[in-house]
């Protein structure tokens, strides 16, 4: 159903070219639910959109249920994914008309190709039903949650019943309930008999699929479950090794391969010195700014949104040196408690003492605040898109020594300090947050599901980090997130 | 799809009402624009429907000899169909000698209507052999009785006639029936037409008869003036057709002008206000902007969703088609009700509207459309595409300018083509818009490179230029398109002052009447310096004369006023005027003084040689000049006199002029038209002291000129016509040529034939040029002219024949402040003496209720007003869409620790930023558009004025107004922030609220 062949695409950009994808090879048939993983700027996102017919391969051959989509002209392309695709989207909230209810909004795609109105109608209700949603079909997007949101853009992505289903990190902003729900839906699809394609880089998402590739560098590296996981040949016999394997064979630039015992046996050169074992992250010796310990304390907060009690009589304290995970399912309240704590809301009911003083009103009090003590890294990242990671970095720190060039290296983007963030990935900008949240020496640090758009690694290299600004530096770190990487760096866990 | 799309419309009114509320402004405007069109067509139309004489709106009707009752009858249906409510059949014969008088007969239906009684009464009954009773309505009194012979004329009172239309002159009693007609010609009206007509007494005497009748123009309207001359040619085309022997006379030519008037006017004011409708393209774009990351995100939704582009197309089209059909459709509403509601009760205000609604609709939908398609393609349109759509935009627009410049340059003479203004702002705004970000995100890297760092403010607009730079174009445009309006109302009203100064120089000018008197000879000097008021009075020559330089001989004005006056409005310095008044062409009072007991005048005479008829030019004290017949002299001693008149007793002798005796003068004139030289009388002609009562006038320094020479006592002369020779005191010009200054041309012949020689029919005199003028008063454009002060003229051609070169106008300058009251005096007193009077505050009202231009500067004084709100909404517009777009980054910002205060502050300075670029762009625009401003005025008042109009910007102004916008634009932007971020609480988006 999906066969790509050699596909090279290379984005033109101000700062140079820089090549998405390098002579990717992917087969998927029908019936199979094809998990694609890779780090952040891998590559993932471009083959979805040119599996879609929404960007042209710069190189090689794309073929999408019987047609070579990066050839079409743009009408049939268009013509092509109306008829036989179907797209889910990163976010939810961005997939919905807002304006529609749920059952408008799951039939709209029906109408538009236009299917009498009974019959869309009636197809939304099915699969509402199918998805849980049928309760809630006349809410409109904003009033249900994150979970049922996107649940329900996989139902109008698939109300027309398509034969490939491309699903673009689907699960990334859901809790593990909720990602359940979306991985079973789209199995489900699978078992109808459609090819899907989820790019993802959530375990459980690789977990659900038949089959799982990786992507580095823009080609597929390895095949298989992360356990028995195989690499790929290339074309020309590339390969691409691990690099914890070449690390640990003491391999640098250069290795020597040979045939040993029916296999190749890859080894260091002779003579050659052995590289300094790649640094870790959190090693690499992050600016140590003067933290002035800060202790953030909970006394009976209760917070509710209309009938919707989230926080009932919570009471707690985060202590310095301390990271600490705020875990739980969607809804249970763990945005709402960073919120809290960094004066972006106000409690219904009972007190947030920041070094035992409770928090100041008035906007421009809290903002203070904020700049002097406490550090936030949001879930809903909307970085002014027109600033350069450093400048980013450094906007909120003025007139306080901070070297934003040493933070962004700390989260692995020490080559992209000079990007601005609309031109950066997701992950990307994810990273350029939590270096900017750590980079003032601030006592307090809030950071929502840091890890939601990294890959493993990048996951892990920001959970040793945080871990390492608060046992190093002394800093109070609370983190939501639902990354059992994260989850297992923190000193301790409070389960909402 | 429309269910999506009335969602989406219903859910964010705040999007899209900003299009719909320009949208609404520019078609309020163009309605209202179109509406200022008519009413001021229209006007233009009944100014010139309503003004001149009364028969210039006449039908008139006319044929040779008789006519039966059909004629009768069909002539006066044909002036009925045409609209004439009272049609007046008149008869006029031809002047006739009946006895010792010379009488003109004519008749009038309903004669008691058309003439004013002096005495008597109208006549009565039909006029018949037996009796006709007739009035006196032109010359003297008969002299004697009236025959009878064949028609008994019974004058029954004397009276005249009101109107000159059915006669083709207005006959008054006592008065000569027409200036150079036979003074005791007697004009004698009847009131039956056919009766007179029908006289066997008459039956030989050459008569016309017409039909006439006054149409009422003034009570039609611009639009009806079309519809009226073609019913008028029609009409009077078939009448000719059936009719034949009728000449026909017939105001069509004036409602064509009417018309043509009117047709213009909603064009050239609509071309007026498109600058100003221009500047709202920037609005347009900026509130389009609101709509377009909503519309975006739709759009990129229904692509996931599998739309296909016609559908994704409907959708925009469907958004912004609403949008903009709302806002004409309410923009027409609105100006519909504001046109109705500021036209004057009575002044055919519906019929207007209606006119300004249909005359709108065009325009209408045009820019309907062209904003539905910019808006579209704003809300659509990707940022490379919306690229490329600018630099076409910029190309098609610089294209059509340059085509357009290079077609017919704007001149100072010629009128500027429409679309050059809008144009230009338009290429302007989109110059900017281009240039601007590539100049701020120079200057953002230059300051990076040094290691500085600009503020976020300067960063953002110069990364994210878009509304920024837009709003910043419109402003540049709004402030432009104020300076453009400034500069052409300055020119319009600099152009009035110099029209009003160039056709009367002074604040007023009395001409000859009817009697030809002038008002020099009605009132005297003196008596018009008295008028309330009235500062100095200036006499002033004016003469078409020829001049000879060389081989050169051309045709050209003479204009002699006072030296000081002529310094004034020629705008030449003091010094160089000053040199028209040499000394020695202050004209001396030379000549011999006639006492006031003096009752004859007698000479001592003897010609020795042909005699010689010697005659007297003096002049009165008033400074009337007369000639006086003293007799022949001859061989033989002997003294010649002449009575003196009363007149001219107290004035002064001035020159004596010798002529052929009248026998000897007709034969050589005989003698020169059969083809032979006649012979001149010739010899020696000795002159004694005048005698006047007892005392002697001597002629101590007299000289003989012309075709004769010597002293008094013994002058050789060899006459040939009459007054060919004079003998008077010196005169400066016997010394110097008059001093003048001409225009180029004539002084470039001058100093090529090293002289000048000006031929006024009764002296030669040679004249010398001091300077060229550019220009003259009241002598018409591209007419040869020579300017000089009148008493050298005067004192000139006096020396060569007294009298001959009396000033027959006069100039009044007022005192400081006092125009209105010399104008005021001026008037009432040349309508008692029944002189013309022109006053310059009279020319320049109307000059200033030139409809058209009045409204064209109130087309501009609206575009000015378009600009004010252009500057505020465009700026406070650009504010609210950074915050709108920028909403999440400065959530962002502030989650981060920077103050509210702070981001206010920087959204305040990159407002501040933006309205500076704006403002300093908007008055290169200005500096650019003002030198059109001459030939914009040009155009709108669709005649070449006298001087050529001289563009001028008030940079003072310019300057309050720029400076008045950038504050507005400042203020509007600080506004729309100034409440932002205000809440106790950051607002938070609300799926990130539900959000676990």
């Given at each position: 159903m999906i066969e790509c062949r050699e596909l090279f695409k290379v984005h033109r950009t101000a700062e140079g070219d820089a090549a998405a994808l390098q002579g990717l090879s992917l087969e998927a048939p029908a019936g199979e639910m094809l998990a694609v993983l890779g780090p952040s700027g891998s590559g993932k996102s471009t083959l979805l959109r040119i599996l879609a017919g929404l960007e042209r391969p710069s190189a090689g051959r794309a073929e999408v249920a019987g047609a070579d989509i990066g050839r079409l002209r743009t009408g049939r392309a268009a013509r092509h994914r109306r008829a036989l695709i179907g797209l889910v989207g990163q976010s939810a909230h961005r997939a919905l008309p807002p304006t529609l209810t749920l059952a408008e909004a799951v039939a709209l795609p029906l109408g538009l190709r236009r299917v009498p109105r009974a019959e869309a109608h009636a197809r939304a209700g099915e699969l509402l039903e199918r998805t849980g949603l049928l309760g809630v079909r006349d809410a409109h997007p904003d009033e249900i949650s994150g979970g049922e949101r996107q649940r329900a853009a996989v139902c109008a992505a698939v109300a027309h019943r398509p034969r490939v289903v491309l699903a673009d990190e689907p699960t990334g902003e859901l809790d593990?309930?909720?990602?359940?729900?979306?991985?079973?839906?789209?199995?489900?699809?699978?078992?109808?008999?459609?090819?899907?394609?989820?790019?993802?880089?959530?375990?459980?998402?690789?977990?659900?699929?038949?089959?799982?590739?990786?992507?580095?560098?823009?080609?597929?590296?390895?095949?298989?479950?992360?356990?028995?996981?195989?690499?790929?040949?290339?074309?020309?016999?590339?390969?691409?090794?691990?690099?914890?394997?070449?690390?640990?064979?003491?391999?640098?630039?250069?290795?020597?391969?040979?045939?040993?015992?029916?296999?190749?046996?890859?080894?260091?050169?002779?003579?050659?010195?052995?590289?300094?074992?790649?640094?870790?992250?959190?090693?690499?010796?992050?600016?140590?700014?003067?933290?002035?310990?800060?202790?953030?304390?909970?006394?009976?907060?209760?917070?509710?949104?209309?009938?919707?009690?989230?926080?009932?009589?919570?009471?707690?304290?985060?202590?310095?040196?301390?990271?600490?995970?705020?875990?739980?399912?969607?809804?249970?309240?763990?945005?709402?408690?960073?919120?809290?704590?960094?004066?972006?809301?106000?409690?219904?009911?009972?007190?947030?003492?920041?070094?035992?003083?409770?928090?100041?009103?008035?906007?421009?009090?809290?903002?203070?605040?904020?700049?002097?003590?406490?550090?936030?890294?949001?879930?809903?990242?909307?970085?002014?898109?027109?600033?350069?990671?450093?400048?980013?970095?450094?906007?909120?720190?003025?007139?306080?020594?901070?070297?934003?060039?040493?933070?962004?290296?700390?989260?692995?983007?020490?080559?992209?300090?000079?990007?601005?963030?609309?031109?950066?990935?997701?992950?990307?900008?994810?990273?350029?947050?939590?270096?900017?949240?750590?980079?003032?020496?601030?006592?307090?640090?809030?950071?929502?599901?840091?890890?939601?758009?990294?890959?493993?690694?990048?996951?892990?290299?920001?959970?040793?980090?945080?871990?390492?600004?608060?046992?190093?530096?002394?800093?109070?770190?609370?983190?939501?997130?639902?990354?059992?990487?994260?989850?297992?760096?923190?000193?301790?866990?409070?389960?909402? | 799809m429309l269910l999506l799309v009335r969602r989406r419309l219903a859910a964010a009114p705040g999007r899209w009402l900003g299009v719909t509320g320009v949208v609404g402004g520019v078609t309020a405007a163009l309605v209202a624009l179109s509406a200022a069109g008519v009413v001021a067509g229209d006007r233009s139309a009944r100014a010139v429907l309503g003004r001149g004489p009364v028969e210039s709106r006449a039908v008139v009707l006319s044929r040779n000899g008789g006519a039966t009752g059909r004629v009768d009858r069909m002539a006066r249906d044909a002036l009925r169909v045409v609209g004439a409510t009272r049609v007046a059949r008149s008869v006029l014969f031809q002047p006739a000698r009946f006895g010792h008088t010379v009488l003109r007969l004519a008749a009038l239906d309903g004669a008691g209507a058309t003439v004013r009684l002096r005495t008597g009464r109208v006549p009565r009954g039909r006029c018949a052999?037996?009796?006709?009773?007739?009035?006196?309505?032109?010359?003297?009194?008969?002299?004697?009785?009236?025959?009878?012979?064949?028609?008994?004329?019974?004058?029954?009172?004397?009276?005249?006639?009101?109107?000159?239309?059915?006669?083709?002159?207005?006959?008054?009693?006592?008065?000569?029936?027409?200036?150079?007609?036979?003074?005791?010609?007697?004009?004698?009206?009847?009131?039956?037409?056919?009766?007179?007509?029908?006289?066997?007494?008459?039956?030989?005497?050459?008569?016309?008869?017409?039909?006439?009748?006054?149409?009422?123009?003034?009570?039609?309207?611009?639009?009806?003036?079309?519809?009226?001359?073609r019913r008028l040619i029609r009409v009077l085309g078939r009448f000719g057709r059936a009719q034949a022997g009728f000449t026909a006379t017939s105001p069509a030519g004036r409602l064509r002008l009417a018309a043509a008037r009117y047709e213009a006017a909603p064009g050239r004011l609509l071309a007026a206000g498109a600058a100003g409708i221009a500047v709202l393209t920037g609005l347009l774009l900026l509130a389009a902007g609101g709509m377009r990351p909503g519309v975006r995100a739709e759009d990129a939704r229904l692509l996931r969703a599998g739309a296909s582009g016609g559908q994704r197309a409907l959708l925009i089209a469907l958004e912004t088609g609403t949008a903009v059909a709302l806002g004409a459709g309410a923009g027409a509403l609105a100006g519909a009700l504001a046109a109705r509601f500021a036209l004057a009760p009575g002044s055919a205000a519906g019929a207007a509207t209606a006119r300004a609604l249909a005359g709108a609709l065009a325009p209408v939908a045009l820019a309907g459309f062209a904003a539905w398609a910019l808006v579209a393609l704003a809300v659509s349109a990707r940022p490379r595409l919306l690229r490329a759509l600018v630099l076409l935009a910029l190309a098609a627009a610089g294209a059509a300018l340059t085509s357009l410049l290079v077609a017919s340059p704007p001149s100072e003479a010629a009128a500027l083509p429409a679309p050059i203004v809008p144009l230009a702002v338009l290429t302007a705004g989109l110059v900017l818009a281009m240039i601007l970000p590539a100049v701020l995100r120079t200057l953002s890297r230059t300051r990076s490179g040094s290691g500085g760092r600009w503020p976020p403010a300067v960063i953002e607009l110069a990364r994210n230029p878009a509304p920024g730079v837009l709003?910043?174009?419109?402003?540049?445009?709004?402030?432009?398109?104020?300076?453009?309006?400034?500069?052409?109302?300055?020119?319009?009203?600099?152009?009035?002052?110099?029209?009003?100064?160039?056709?009367?120089?002074?604040?007023?000018?009395?001409?000859?009447?009817?009697?030809?008197?002038?008002?020099?000879?009605?009132?005297?000097?003196?008596?018009?310096?008295?008028?309330?008021?009235?500062?100095?009075?200036?006499?002033?020559?004016?003469?078409?004369?020829?001049?000879?330089?060389?081989?050169?001989?051309?045709?050209?004005?003479?204009?002699?006023?006072?030296?000081h006056v002529i310094a004034a409005v020629t705008g030449r310095r003091a010094a160089t005027a000053g040199a028209l008044l040499p000394a020695a062409f202050a004209r001396a009072r030379a000549g011999v003084t006639l006492p006031d007991h003096a009752a004859r005048v007698r000479i001592p005479a003897r010609a020795r040689g042909d005699r010689v008829t010697v005659a007297l030019f003096a002049r009165s004290r008033a400074?009337?000049?007369?000639?006086?017949?003293?007799?022949?002299?001859?061989?033989?001693?002997?003294?010649?006199?002449?009575?003196?008149?009363?007149?001219?007793?107290?004035?002064?002798?001035?020159?004596?002029?010798?002529?052929?005796?009248?026998?000897?003068?007709?034969?050589?004139?005989?003698?020169?038209?059969?083809?032979?030289?006649?012979?001149?009388?010739?010899?020696?002609?000795?002159?004694?002291?005048?005698?006047?009562?007892?005392?002697?006038?001597?002629?101590?320094?007299?000289?003989?000129?012309?075709?004769?020479?010597?002293?008094?006592?013994?002058?050789?002369?060899?006459?040939?016509?009459?007054?060919?020779?004079?003998?008077?005191?010196?005169?400066?010009?016997?010394?110097?040529?008059?001093?003048?200054?001409?225009?180029?041309?004539?002084?470039?012949?001058?100093?090529?034939?090293?002289?000048?020689?000006?031929?006024?029919?009764?002296?030669?005199?040679?004249?010398?040029?001091?300077?060229?003028?550019?220009?003259?008063?009241?002598?018409?454009?591209?007419?040869?002219?020579?300017?000089?002060?009148?008493?050298?003229?005067?004192?000139?051609?006096?020396?060569?024949?007294?009298?001959?070169?009396?000033?027959?106008?006069?100039?009044?300058?007022?005192?400081?402040?006092?125009?209105?009251?010399?104008?005021?005096?001026?008037?009432?007193?040349?309508?008692?003496?029944?002189?013309?009077?022109?006053?310059?505050?009279?020319?320049?009202?109307?000059?200033?209720?030139?409809?058209?231009?009045?409204?064209?500067?109130?087309?501009?004084?609206?575009?000015?007003?378009?600009?004010?709100?252009?500057?505020?909404?465009?700026?406070?517009?650009?504010?609210?869409?950074?915050?709108?777009?920028?909403?999440?980054?400065?959530?962002?910002?502030?989650?981060?620790?920077?103050?509210?205060?702070?981001?206010?502050?920087?959204?305040?300075?990159?407002?501040?930023?933006?309205?500076?670029?704006?403002?300093?762009?908007?008055?290169?625009?200005?500096?650019?558009?003002?030198?059109?401003?001459?030939?914009?005025?040009?155009?709108?008042?669709?005649?070449?004025?006298?001087?050529?109009?001289?563009?001028?910007?008030?940079?003072?102004?310019?300057?309050?107004?720029?400076?008045?916008?950038?504050?507005?634009?400042?203020?509007?932007?600080?506004?729309?922030?100034?409440?932002?971020?205000?809440e106790p609480r950051p607002l938070l988006p609300r799926d990130a609220e539900t959000a676990g």
């Open positions: 593990a309930h909720a990602s359940r729900e979306v991985l079973a839906l789209l199995a489900s699809l699978a078992g109808d008999g459609a090819c899907v394609l989820l790019v993802t880089h959530d375990p459980a998402g690789a977990e659900a699929a038949d089959r799982v590739v990786r992507i580095r560098d823009g080609r597929i590296a390895q095949e298989g479950q992360e356990h028995d996981a195989m690499l790929v040949v290339g074309r020309g016999g590339w390969l691409q090794i691990p690099e914890r394997l070449l690390a640990a064979a003491g391999i640098g630039r250069h290795a020597r391969a040979r045939s040993a015992g029916g296999g190749i046996l890859l080894e260091a050169p002779v003579g050659a010195t052995a590289p300094a074992p790649r640094a870790r992250l959190a090693a690499q010796a992050p600016p140590r700014p003067t933290v002035g310990p800060v202790t953030a304390e909970l006394r009976a907060v209760s917070k509710a949104y209309g009938s919707r009690r989230v926080l009932q009589d919570l009471s707690g304290s985060f202590p310095p040196g301390r990271l600490t995970a705020l875990t739980g399912r969607s809804g249970s309240g763990k945005t709402t408690l960073l919120r809290l704590l960094a004066g972006l809301e106000a409690p219904d009911a009972g007190g947030i003492l920041i070094d035992g003083e409770p928090l100041p009103t008035g906007r421009a009090a809290l903002a203070m605040l904020r700049a002097a003590e406490i550090g936030v890294v949001p879930q809903e990242l909307d970085l002014p898109p027109f600033l350069t990671a450093r400048e980013l970095v450094a906007l909120p720190h003025q007139g306080r020594a901070v070297d934003p060039e040493a933070w962004l290296a700390a989260v692995g983007l020490g080559q992209r300090a000079g990007q601005r963030a609309a031109r950066l990935s997701p992950g990307e900008r994810q990273r350029v947050a939590i270096a900017r949240a750590l980079a003032g020496g601030r006592g307090l640090v809030l950071v929502d599901e840091p890890t939601s758009h990294l890959d493993e690694e990048n996951a892990r290299r920001i959970a040793e980090l945080l871990a390492h600004v608060a046992y190093e530096l002394g800093a109070s770190v609370v983190c939501a997130t639902h990354d059992p990487i994260v989850a297992a760096a923190a000193h301790r866990t409070w389960a909402l | 052999p037996r009796r006709c009773e007739v009035i006196r309505v032109g010359g003297p009194a008969p002299r004697g009785p009236l025959p009878r012979a064949g028609l008994r004329l019974v004058v029954v009172g004397t009276g005249d006639v009101r109107s000159p239309v059915p006669f083709g002159f207005r006959p008054r009693s006592g008065h000569p029936v027409a200036a150079g007609g036979a003074h005791d010609q007697v004009v004698l009206l009847s009131g039956d037409p056919a009766g007179l007509e029908g006289s066997v007494a008459l039956a030989s005497v050459a008569h016309v008869q017409s039909w006439s009748a006054v149409l009422r123009l003034g009570r039609l309207h611009g639009w009806q003036a079309a519809g009226a001359a709003a910043a174009a419109t402003l540049a445009a709004a402030t432009g398109i104020a300076g453009y309006g400034l500069a052409y109302h300055a020119t319009l009203v600099r152009g009035h002052a110099d029209e009003a100064r160039q056709r009367v120089p002074l604040a007023a000018t009395l001409t000859p009447g009817a009697t030809l008197d002038s008002a020099v000879a009605r009132r005297g000097l003196s008596g018009w310096s008295r008028l309330p008021g009235a500062a100095a009075v200036a006499p002033i020559l004016r003469d078409d004369v020829f001049a000879s330089a060389g081989p050169t001989r051309t045709s050209l004005s003479l204009l002699a006023a006072p030296a400074g009337a000049v007369e000639r006086l017949s003293l007799g022949v002299a001859r061989p033989r001693p002997a003294i010649l006199s002449a009575k003196l008149p009363p007149g001219l007793r107290g004035g002064r002798a001035e020159a004596l002029s010798l002529s052929p005796e009248t026998g000897q003068l007709l034969t050589s004139a005989h003698q020169t038209a059969e083809g032979g030289g006649g012979a001149p009388a010739s010899g020696t002609l000795s002159l004694g002291p005048l005698l006047l009562g007892g005392r002697r006038g001597r002629l101590a320094g007299w000289s003989a000129h012309g075709e004769a020479h010597g002293p008094p006592g013994a002058i050789r002369y060899a006459l040939t016509g009459e007054d060919a020779a004079i003998a008077r005191p010196p005169a400066p010009i016997d010394r110097h040529p008059l001093p003048v200054l001409a225009d180029a041309a004539t002084a470039a012949d001058a100093r090529l034939a090293d002289g000048l020689q000006l031929d006024l029919g009764d002296a030669e005199i040679p004249v010398r040029v001091l300077g060229v003028a550019r220009r003259a008063p009241t002598i018409a454009p591209g007419r040869r002219f020579v300017l000089a002060d009148v008493s050298a003229v005067t004192g000139a051609v006096d020396a060569a024949r007294p009298g001959a070169a009396a000033p027959r106008e006069l100039g009044l300058a007022a005192r400081p402040g006092r125009e209105r009251v010399l104008e005021a005096a001026a008037v009432r007193a040349a309508d008692d003496d029944g002189l013309g009077v022109q006053t310059r505050l009279g020319v320049l009202h109307r000059l200033r209720s030139e409809p058209v231009a009045r409204e064209a500067a109130g087309a501009l004084t609206v575009a000015l007003m378009l600009a004010a709100v252009a500057a505020g909404l465009g700026a406070g517009l650009a504010a609210r869409q950074a915050l709108r777009t920028g909403r999440r980054a400065l959530l962002d910002l502030e989650i981060q620790g920077v103050a509210p205060g702070t981001l206010r502050g920087t959204l305040a300075r990159r407002g501040t930023l933006v309205a500076l670029l704006g403002v300093a762009g908007g008055v290169a625009l200005a500096a650019a558009l003002a030198p059109l401003a001459a030939s914009g005025v040009r155009a709108a008042v669709a005649r070449a004025p006298d001087p050529p109009l001289t563009a001028l910007m008030p940079w003072g102004r310019e300057a309050l107004v720029a400076l008045a916008l950038l504050l507005l634009a400042i203020l509007a932007g600080a506004l729309a922030v100034a409440g932002a971020l205000r």
